[in-house]
């Protein structure tokens, strides 16, 4: 029993007789016992008191959901929190999320129902297992010209797109490294699709970033524009990811601090798609290996961080006549396979 139930009931006992009071008090314990353990806001969190509710809130942690994808050490230093305690809030965060463990039928059900974004080639969809994926980072890389910016282009138009037909019915927000972002291509393709223009164009949000801790800024911010602006952002690219941090963090002896600013952006992203169900695509430059005697000398740059981090990795190269071919790289739950297909006035399309 809490501490004010006891002085109540004492209270009462003092004033009137024990039965009646018993009656009365029965009922709201019984009510309260399970409520106790009920987490419904940031304030029902064991460890977190008024104080501390604020100042998570003031760090962009308003949510039990944010705090469920937090790591004790972001919690430590947003919220004054001991570690410990930090650990304590993320536990119960996601118990309250019900984040545990999940029977596969459920898993495969809510496989089926993620949401994925068409490229407009079926030959590529089918390699992704039905389009671009949302809740996990997919990275395309390859050399200039192998179609990673027009593929960034294509999602950005697709994901405002009826469900029925590929897309997510949502917005884009274009974080753009390398001044690549052209509106009238997406002009392009959205009349190919019948789309209106001047809408299509309204809902790409576009922001040009010029440095690698800008860029990661920039990708800090997007969960505002969902939470404070409301807008149904479904997805994020990042075109290219690479090119600032390559350039920020030139020397071997910088290379350790590059690629732990370079885990902190990634994060970000992952957060963002898992917690807004969103489809992140991020463009990758490639580096030569000297060294590679078989198969294709090239490889993606950004190391184990960019690896391990995108869930599904494309690697794009010209192939004959014009076109693109699209090869898939390690992936989990794909099969391995390549495709090839075409970027014409019209967008991406199958040869
Ligand atoms: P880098 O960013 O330079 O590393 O290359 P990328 O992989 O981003 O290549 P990008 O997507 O910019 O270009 C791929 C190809 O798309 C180009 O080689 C062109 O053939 C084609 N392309 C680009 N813009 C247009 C366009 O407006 N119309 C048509 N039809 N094709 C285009
Ligand atoms: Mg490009």
């Given at each position: 029993m809490n501490e004010g139930l006891k002085k109540a009931t004492i209270d009462g006992l003092n004033k009137r007789g024990k039965t009646e009071i018993l009656e009365q008090i029965q009922e709201p314990m019984e009510e309260k016992q399970p409520k106790k353990n009920k987490?419904?806001?940031?304030?029902?969190?064991?460890?977190?008191?008024p104080a501390t509710a604020e100042k998570l809130k003031e760090s962009g942690y308003d949510t039990l959901l944010s705090l469920s994808v937090a790591s004790p050490g972001e919690l430590v230093e947003a919220g004054g929190l001991t570690e410990a305690t930090a650990r304590k809030v993320i536990n119960a965060a996601r118990s309250s999320m019900g984040m545990g463990f999940e029977s596969a039928d459920e898993l495969l059900e809510k496989r089926k129902n993620l949401l994925k974004v068409t490229t407009n080639s079926k030959a590529f969809d089918s390699l992704l297992g039905g389009g671009f994926e949302a809740g996990s980072i997919t990275e395309c890389f390859g050399e200039f010209g192998s179609s990673k910016t027009q593929i960034a282009h294509q999602l950005a138009v697709n994901v405002q797109l009826p469900k029925e037909k590929g897309g997510g019915e949502g917005i884009c927000v274009y974080i753009d490294s390398e001044g690549a972002f052209r509106p009238e291509r997406i002009k392009q393709m959205a009349e190919f699709l019948g789309l209106d223009v001047t809408q299509t164009l309204k809902n790409i949000k576009v922001a040009r970033a010029f440095n690698s801790d800008h860029q990661m800024l920039l990708a800090e911010k997007v969960e505002d524009l969902i939470k404070e602006q409301g807008l149904n952002v479904k997805l994020v690219v990042v075109d290219s990811l690479m090119s600032h941090f390559r350039a920020d963090f030139s020397g071997r002896g910088q290379l350790a601090d590059r690629q732990q600013k370079l885990n902190k952006h990634m994060h970000t992203l992952q957060k963002l798609a898992t917690a807004y169900n969103l489809v992140v695509y991020v463009t990758n430059q490639v580096m030569s290996k000297?060294?590679?005697?078989?198969?294709?000398p090239t490889a993606a740059i950004g190391g184990h961080i960019v690896g391990h981090n995108s869930q599904t990795r494309i690697y794009l190269r010209k192939g004959k006549k014009g076109t693109r071919v699209a090869k898939l790289i390690d992936s989990p739950h794909l099969a391995d396979g390549e495709i090839v297909f075409n970027i014409e006035e019209t967008g991406v399309k199958d040869v």
């Open positions: 987490v419904e806001s940031i304030e029902d969190l064991p460890g977190v008191g000297p060294d590679t005697f078989f198969g294709d």
